[in-house]
């Protein structure tokens, strides 16, 4: 029987949200050997991490392919080394697995701040699919666009889900009542939530022209949460459409708060164009809360058949998902529950193991 394969990670990403989210995970479960990063963020994973190569250069262009540690990594000896987002190291000969997330810069180019940007994400989009000895995507929606966009071979990827955290539960409304005062939320309102940022594929000018065309819209509060909100009390598009004082900028919330704030929700929304998972879908759904989103790439695998769906780039249609779903809490919860239980962290780690054995044994 073959040995454990020692997996490194560049674990740079920790600290942020999304992908973060996810390395967090994976550096308690998956049984690293080696992870890069900077020493701070890296300080709370020494148990799970016995060995720390010290890299906090930021991501994305040139700079970090010439900051790479390829020595440090070098004597530390990985069979493997995965890369959890799609800025892969350019320069590195070992074994290498790559998790794509999603191809957003490849599939809305529209939304980045130059042609050159874009000429940039299809070059390493297309050395990932051409030097990765496997890539991992977190959806059949991202693996068929890596197939259909950048050529890459389909025997070569693997779909490998996410999954939600333990702290992600119903609470009692004595656990979550604190909420209204901390975050000015009023009372008696049903709660409308989307938990994200301002970034142009999350489409929140739908969502606003959809809960601006919702009947009964007076007697709801749509809140913000996230570190976009922070410090901003008032949207120039809610006045436009005549919603002041029907919105609610949290801004950047603990992650006791946010679980609170998604059982707080009588209906969580997420509006985007394009998700290449959808997390906080699954986030909404453990702690019982219903959830109305896009019809679009990867959220109708994440959602499945408890969440309520609507066109993104059509008002009227995020209207009626609104109206159609804001009354439906607790309606559900046994078919919520059975469809949550199929998302495990655990089992996400136990399937990179899997992959980086498989790829590690390829060694000649």
């Known amino acids: 029987?073959?040995?454990?394969?020692?997996?490194?990670?560049?674990?740079?990403?920790?600290?942020r949200s999304g992908i973060g989210t996810c390395?967090?995970?994976?550096?308690?479960?998956?049984?690293?050997?080696?992870?890069?990063?900077?020493?701070?963020?890296?300080?709370?994973y020494r148990d799970?991490?016995?060995?720390?190569?010290?890299?906090?250069?930021?991501?994305?262009?040139?700079?970090?392919?010439?900051?790479?540690?390829?020595?440090?990594?070098?004597?530390?000896?990985?069979?493997?080394?995965?890369?959890?987002h799609c800025n892969v190291p350019l320069f590195y000969r070992g074994r290498m697995i790559v998790t794509v997330h999603d191809l957003t810069h490849l599939v809305h180019p529209e939304f980045l701040p130059s042609r050159l940007a874009h000429l940039y994400f299809r070059f390493i989009f297309w050395f990932v699919c051409r030097r990765a000895d496997r890539i991992m995507t977190v959806s059949e929606s991202t693996k068929n666009d890596l197939v259909r966009i950048c050529g890459a071979d389909p025997g070569r990827i693997d779909v490998v889900p996410l999954g939600v955290g333990g702290e992600f539960v119903r609470k009692s409304r004595a656990e979550i009542d604190y909420l209204h005062d901390k975050y000015g939320?009023?009372?008696?309102?049903?709660?409308?939530?989307?938990?994200?940022?301002?970034?142009?594929?999350?489409?929140?000018?739908?969502?606003?022209?959809?809960?601006?065309?919702?009947?009964g819209r007076e007697d709801c509060r749509l809140v913000f949460v996230g570190k976009a909100f922070d410090g901003r009390t008032r949207?120039?598009?809610?006045?436009?459409?005549?919603?002041?004082?029907?919105?609610?900028?949290?801004?950047?919330?603990?992650?006791?708060?946010?679980?609170?704030?998604?059982?707080?929700?009588?209906?969580?929304?997420?509006?985007?164009?394009?998700?290449?998972f959808g997390l906080p879908v699954l986030e909404a759904l453990a702690c019982g809360t219903p959830v109305a989103?896009?019809?679009?790439?990867?959220?109708?695998?994440?959602?499945?058949?408890?969440?309520?769906?609507?066109?993104?780039?059509?008002?009227?249609s995020v209207a009626r998902a609104l109206e159609e779903s804001i009354g439906s809490k607790g309606l559900h919860d046994a078919e919520i529950d059975a469809w949550v239980g199929r998302f495990s962290w655990k089992n996400c780690a136990r399937r990179i193991r899997e992959i980086a054995a498989e790829c590690a044994a390829l060694r000649s």
């Not at 250069?57 to 040139?62: L, Q, T």
């Not at 436009?240 to 059982?263: S, T």
């Not at 959220?299 to 066109?311: I, K, R």
Request: charged share 25%; aromatic share 8%; net charge negative.
């Open 235 to 276: 949207g120039t598009r809610e006045k436009e459409l005549g919603l002041e004082g029907l919105a609610v900028h949290a801004g950047m919330v603990c992650q006791e708060d946010l679980v609170a704030f998604y059982n707080l929700a009588d209906l969580f929304v997420l509006p985007s164009l394009y998700e290449g």
């Open 1 to 15: 029987m073959n040995p454990e394969p020692r997996i490194a990670i560049d674990a740079r990403m920790v600290s």
């Open 48 to 84: 799970c991490v016995p060995e720390q190569v010290p890299f906090s250069s930021g991501i994305y262009g040139f700079r970090e392919q010439l900051k790479f540690p390829y020595r440090r990594l070098r004597r530390a000896r990985p069979d493997v080394l995965h890369v959890p």
């Open 293 to 316: 989103c896009s019809d679009t790439s990867s959220l109708p695998e994440v959602g499945g058949p408890v969440a309520a769906y609507f066109d993104p780039k059509d008002p009227e």
């Open 23 to 44: 390395i967090q995970h994976w550096l308690r479960d998956v049984g690293y050997a080696v992870a890069l990063g900077d020493p701070k963020d890296l300080e709370g």
């Open 185 to 215: 939320v009023p009372r008696g309102k049903k709660i409308i939530l989307y938990v994200g940022n301002l970034l142009p594929h999350k489409n929140l000018d739908g969502l606003l022209e959809g809960f601006a065309r919702m009947r």
